[in-house]
């Protein structure tokens, strides 16, 4: 059982920086890929980035790319979100599978955390 958290979510004006970052209950370094999803009201959750088990591989929304970076040390993974968008306020959700890539779908991974809250005024 993977238990994950979240930090680092909060306020902050169109064109600011947040981190975003998750730290898991166990070592997941080995077998486990990483994700961020986020969803806003009304709104299925989507992908935002993922990592695969080394910090290798990459993958990133289009959305996002060139904007936001994923990188991971052994038990946390992080998010550093630049040039924020109103677009981007959204409840963030880091997940953990036991996957070969950095995939993009959100049923692929196993173990999700409880979310943190995104928000960009405009």
């Known amino acids: 059982q993977v238990q994950l958290v979240e930090s680092g979510g909060g306020l902050v004006q169109a064109g600011g920086s947040l981190r975003l970052s998750c730290a898991a209950s166990v070592r997941t370094s080995r077998t486990y890929a990483m994700g961020w999803f986020r969803q806003a009201p009304g709104k299925e959750r989507e992908f935002v980035a993922a990592i695969n088990w080394s910090g290798e591989l990459t993958n990133y929304a289009y959305s996002v790319k060139d904007r936001f970076t994923i990188s991971r040390d052994n038990a946390k993974v992080n998010l550093q979100m630049n040039s924020l968008k109103p677009e981007d306020t959204a409840v963030y959700y880091c997940?953990?599978?036991?996957?070969?890539?950095?995939?993009?779908?959100?049923?692929?991974?196993?173990?999700w955390g409880q979310g943190t809250q995104v928000t960009v005024s405009s």
């Open positions: 997940a953990a599978g036991e996957l070969i890539g950095p995939s993009a779908n959100r049923y692929a991974y196993d173990y």
